[in-house]
């Protein structure tokens, strides 16, 4: 099991900037891809940004790329997600999650946080 606790979400004003924090415990978290997903009412689960077990590789949503700055302290156990330049649509409740598999699909990852609500305002 592989448990996280995301942080840093909060309310700014569009053209501004939030960090989101997830810190893991559990099993290795160098073992594991990590994945950030975001999530509004009526809307499915959607992908954001992902990074490699090592933090070489990182992935990210067309519509955040450019804005957002994934990364990961394996010896720390947590991964970042530096966002910058917000949009009222980037408004969301945002999720980490930890897979075994590189991925942008929710379906690969199988631990989730609580997630963390991002509200932007115009």
């Known amino acids: 099991q592989v448990q996280l606790v995301e942080s840093g979400g909060g309310l700014v004003q569009a053209g501004g900037s939030l960090r989101l924090s997830c810190s893991a415990s559990g099993r290795t978290f160098s073992n594991y891809a990590m994945g950030w997903f975001r999530q509004t009412p009526g809307k499915e689960r959607e992908f954001v940004s992902a990074?490699?077990?090592?933090?070489?590789?990182?992935h990210y949503a067309d519509s955040v790329k450019g804005r957002f700055t994934v990364s990961r302290d394996n010896a720390k156990s947590t991964v970042s997600l530096q966002m910058d330049s917000l949009k009222p649509e980037d408004m969301a409740v945002y999720y980490c999650?930890?897979?075994?598999?590189?991925?942008?699909?929710?379906?690969?990852?199988?631990?989730w946080g609580q997630g963390t609500q991002v509200t932007v305002s115009s």
């Open positions: 999650a930890a897979g075994l598999q590189f991925a942008v699909t929710d379906t690969q990852y199988l631990y």
């Open positions: 990074i490699s077990r090592s933090g070489l590789t990182q």
